[in-house]
């Protein structure tokens, strides 16, 4: 008794019917392969890899630094003029310099001119200049920087006219301060040989540029 071909294969479980059509069909351990290591998709038809996004580093912005600005100093324009007032007269002193005073620091030389005039008196008065000092303080040390002694006519209209050289400042000092002393022999009355004595006094503070200081 013959059965066709189909009815045999519809008898047939399923999986000996995959095997028999595996047997008359070319490539069939080709799609074994592919049929054992495929991987079930998942709901939505498709696979997809996540990989972990990159972290974003948080850095703030970098702020710009404000240095310490350098204060104003009496010579940043080259000159000042100070004012004494002594009794019936006043004493004036000029500083100037030709340095860049904006620049100073403590290891710096700095040279300075002075000149002192006698101001609100007459001529018949005569005045004499007997000391001239300059002190340079700055915080740690104090010392005495030029003394210059003997008898200067200052009898107006004659000046008297001096330079005066600093040494270097205690490393980091941040101001030098001068203290300028002139002591003044002043006649009592015209032409009678007969003094008083009178002392004037003035400070100058000088700025001077630290590390990290600005002008």
Same mark, same amino acid.
């Given at each position: 008794?013959?059965?066709?071909? !189909?009815?045999?294969?519809?008898?047939?479980? =399923?999986?000996?019917?995959?095997a028999l059509l595996c047997g008359s069909l070319?490539?069939?351990? &080709? =799609?074994?392969?592919?049929?054992?290591?495929?991987?079930?998709?998942?709901?939505?038809?498709?696979? &997809?890899?996540?990989?972990?996004?990159?972290?974003?580093?948080?850095?703030?912005?970098?702020?710009?630094?404000?240095?310490? !600005?350098?204060?104003?100093?009496?010579?940043?324009?080259?000159?000042?003029?100070?004012?004494?007032?002594?009794?019936?007269?006043?004493?004036? =002193?000029?500083?100037?310099?030709?340095?860049?005073?904006?620049?100073?620091?403590?290891?710096?030389?700095?040279?300075?001119?002075?000149?002192?005039?006698?101001? @609100?008196?007459? &001529?018949?008065?005569?005045?004499?200049?007997?000391?001239?000092?300059?002190? %340079?303080?700055?915080?740690?040390?104090? !010392?005495?920087?030029?003394? @210059?002694?003997?008898?200067? @006519?200052?009898?107006?209209?004659?000046?008297?006219?001096?330079?005066?050289?600093?040494? !270097?400042?205690?490393?980091?000092?941040?101001?030098?301060? =001068?203290?300028?002393?002139?002591?003044?022999?002043?006649?009592?009355?015209?032409?009678?040989? &007969?003094?008083?004595?009178?002392?004037?006094?003035?400070?100058?503070?000088?700025?001077l540029l630290t590390n990290g200081d600005t %002008?």
């Amino acid at each position: 008794m013959t059965r066709s071909f !189909a009815g045999v294969k519809a008898a047939l479980p =399923l999986g000996m019917a995959a095997a028999l059509l595996c047997g008359s069909l070319t490539g069939c351990a &080709s =799609l074994k392969e592919v049929t054992s290591s495929s991987k079930p998709l998942l709901p939505g038809g498709s696979v &997809s890899s996540t990989s972990p996004s990159p972290s974003a580093s948080a850095s703030a912005p970098a702020q710009a630094v404000k240095l310490p !600005a350098r204060a104003s100093g009496p010579l940043d324009t080259g000159t000042v003029t100070h004012s004494l007032k002594q009794g019936t007269f006043s004493v004036a =002193l000029t500083y100037w310099t030709s340095d860049n005073a904006k620049l100073y620091t403590a290891e710096s030389q700095k040279t300075i001119n002075v000149a002192a005039h006698i101001e @609100d008196t007459d &001529s018949t008065h005569r005045v004499r200049l007997t000391t001239f000092q300059v002190t %340079q303080d700055d915080g740690t040390t104090r !010392a005495e920087v030029a003394t @210059d002694s003997g008898k200067f @006519d200052v009898t107006p209209p004659y000046p008297y006219n001096t330079v005066v050289t600093l040494p !270097a400042a205690t490393a980091g000092a941040k101001t030098l301060t =001068l203290t300028i002393r002139l002591d003044l022999l002043v006649e009592t009355a015209p032409k009678s040989n &007969s003094y008083y004595r009178s002392t004037a006094l003035d400070t100058l503070t000088l700025p001077l540029l630290t590390n990290g200081d600005t %002008q």
